[in-house]
């Protein structure tokens, strides 16, 4: 679908890959306002679970996007880094939820 965009005299062409690029950055995005609200809701900064499944899959949703529907490599480099750091904290997160678990049974 092509879009033309008038006060840049261009067209913005939508294709299925940008519709994944743009949900990857929402979803990047959208981490900070989850956070944000867990945070105002305790009254104190608060990081929740959400926040890495949701940097997670949004830095891997922009990664495929760009190696794959985009081929730039600036956006490549770009989010290599974030998916590492994601998974890391999910797994110490989850890693100890699990020994809090079992020292409270």
């Known amino acids: 679908m092509e879009i033309p965009l ?11 890959w940008k519709v994944w690029g743009l949900s990857g950055s929402l979803m990047f995005t959208g981490r900070w306002f989850v956070q944000m609200h867990y945070s105002r809701k305790a009254g104190r900064t608060v990081i929740p679970i959400a926040y890495w499944f ?6 891997f949703m922009l990664l495929t996007y760009f190696l794959f529907g985009k081929n730039d490599s600036v956006g490549i480099l770009n989010n290599l880094f974030p998916p590492v750091v994601a998974g890391y904290n999910l797994w ?4 100890h939820r699990k020994r809090n678990r079992v020292q409270e049974s």
């Open 6 to 16: 008038l006060f840049l005299d261009q067209t913005f062409v939508l294709t299925w």
């Open 92 to 95: 110490l997160e989850l890693r």
């Open 54 to 59: 949701m940097s997670l899959l949004g830095s």
